[in-house]
């Protein structure tokens, strides 16, 4: 019986270090600089620990920068980019560069 139970949990706890495993495999893969394709100068830096810094410029702002960080989380190609504030906005990945939810596409550098 004790047998059963401690393989039990050497399983699940080895389901779930997979589980983190993959997903802090995944931010390392796209972890770095994202640089708007446009060149308007706005960039996202994605760090290896799951953490971002944006810095936009925007006609909203009057050409002002604005600065944004928080966290990200990644599932297959989306990323979930999770503002300090508490709202969220999403991109997809493919191939090195980054669809942001307006369709404007990020070059990794």
């Known amino acids: 019986m004790i047998k059963r139970q401690i393989i039990l949990i050497l399983v699940v706890l080895f389901t779930f270090m997979s589980v983190s495993g993959c997903e802090k495999a995944q931010q390392m893969s796209v972890a770095g600089k994202y640089v708007l394709e446009e060149g308007k100068g706005s960039f996202v830096e994605l760090n290896s620990d799951g953490t971002f810094y944006l810095e936009e410029w925007g006609q909203v ?23 300090a504030d508490g709202n969220a906005f999403r991109a997809t990945v493919a191939d090195a560069v980054m669809t942001d939810d307006k369709g404007e596409k990020w070059v990794k550098e």
């Open 61 to 83: 702002l009057n050409r002002k920068k604005e600065a944004v960080t928080g966290e990200y989380t990644i599932k297959g190609d989306t990323i979930t980019f999770t503002k």
